[in-house]
């Protein structure tokens, strides 16, 4: 199992990124995927998450300002970031549960995990 995420990089607040996340070595169909990041020094926590039905499930602190979707055909999801903070600094990455587990940010419910891809928002 590969996944592999992209588009991470340094940011002014108030700018956007689109980070990407392919995977391979897998059903697809048997998997949805989301985001998570961890900052410096801080716990990883769930920042979204997608189902086959395109339902999503967001971390409060990014409501609004962050929308994940996906691409089936290509087993890719997306996270557009928008208005970044400093506050959103942190490294980022795509994982994959099975897809009868509705959308959640617990991070135990994920089974595979790609290598990050960091972000830095500067002030």
């Known amino acids: 199992v590969r996944m592999v995420e992209s588009g991470g990089g340094l940011v002014q607040a108030g700018g956007s990124l689109r980070l990407s996340c392919a995977a391979s070595g897998y059903a697809s169909s048997e998997y949805r995927m989301g985001w998570f990041r961890q900052g410096p020094g801080k716990e990883r926590e769930g920042v979204a998450a997608v189902d086959s039905g395109d339902n999503t499930k967001y971390a409060d602190s990014v409501k609004g300002r962050f929308i994940i979707s996906q691409d089936n055909a290509k087993n890719t999801v997306y996270l557009q970031m928008n208005n970044l903070k400093p506050e959103d600094t942190a490294m980022y990455f795509c994982?994959?549960?099975?897809?009868?587990?509705?959308?959640?940010?617990?991070?135990?419910?994920?089974?595979?995990w790609g290598q990050g891809t960091e972000v830095t928002v500067s002030s």
């Open positions: 994982a994959a549960r099975p897809k009868i587990v509705r959308p959640t940010l617990d991070k135990t419910e994920y089974n595979f």
